[in-house]
């Protein structure tokens, strides 16, 4: 009779009641949640614009986003109280959340750019599925087994999903130089980029920046060894070489 109680109250916890709860006790998760979809369905929008207009879906994906950061932020704060505006200032600045929050800020006052929203896309398509995969256990052990099953292969793919992020982040620096030609970004856009970029790089939580930074530079380094690499190209790669790595150490 033990083991029977025992079972019908594992039984009670599943289901939509507890799903229902769930959401009440979790009403921050499920925001995230929410925006994350947001994000990923505006971004659909934009890339297969059906519905609606593709400009707006743009920035709707961009203002998902930044809210998706902005509540993050709040979650990770502490309720140890900062000595100082700058010591609080620099706390923020060493958060994931606060970097995709000062992206999805700068590329607001910019032309529409498809490469931007592909770290967005991908980061919110990760969490919800992480997400999903919380609340669809929520429910029940056998519920929804198609999703689970999408689930399963994102998750599976999230180390290629961090390095197509951190490789992204890179190459939309130079990217935006030339954006400026065809008016696409302002002057300013990759000056404030480039502190972006520089936050990232020394991340604690994600090291695939500089991962990535690292396999570029070993690559470059290669290809300018190479005996039959022209002597300007050469010249050109250990200098940018050298200039990304006085940004990195500043």
Not at 12 to 38: C, E, F, M, P
Not at 98 to 120: E, R
Not at 144 to 161: C, H
Request: hydrophobic share 50%.
């Amino acid at each position: 009779k033990m083991a029977d109680t025992d079972n019908t109250s594992q039984t009670q916890s599943r289901g939509i009641g507890a799903l229902k709860n769930h959401l009440i006790s979790h009403k921050l998760d499920v925001g995230l949640w929410v925006t994350r979809l947001a994000t990923i369905l505006f971004s659909f929008a934009y890339i297969l614009p059906v519905i609606g207009n593709p400009t707006q879906s743009f920035y709707k994906a961009l203002m998902a986003n930044a809210a998706t950061s902005a509540l993050r932020l709040h979650q990770r704060q502490t309720n140890v109280p900062y000595t100082t505006l700058s010591a609080f200032i620099q706390q923020i600045l060493t958060e994931d959340s606060a970097h995709y929050l000062m992206y999805s800020l700068i590329f607001l006052y910019s032309a529409p750019i498809t490469i931007v929203l592909v770290p967005v896309f991908l980061f919110a398509l990760l969490h919800a599925a992480s997400y999903s995969l919380t609340l669809l256990d929520t429910l029940g052990q056998n519920s929804w087994w198609g999703a689970r099953l999408l689930i399963s292969f994102v998750e599976l793919q999230s180390r290629n999903m961090l390095r197509m992020i951190a490789f992204n982040e890179i190459f939309l620096m130079p990217m935006l130089i030339l954006f400026i030609f065809s008016g696409q970004a302002s002057l300013v856009t990759p000056l404030v980029y480039v502190r972006f970029l520089s936050l990232r790089y020394e991340s604690r939580r994600n090291p695939y920046c500089r991962t990535m930074f690292h396999e570029l530079r070993l690559a470059m380094e290669h290809l300018a060894s190479k005996p039959g690499c022209p002597s300007l190209v050469r010249s050109l790669i250990y200098k940018m070489i050298g200039i990304v790595s006085r940004m990195a150490s500043s």
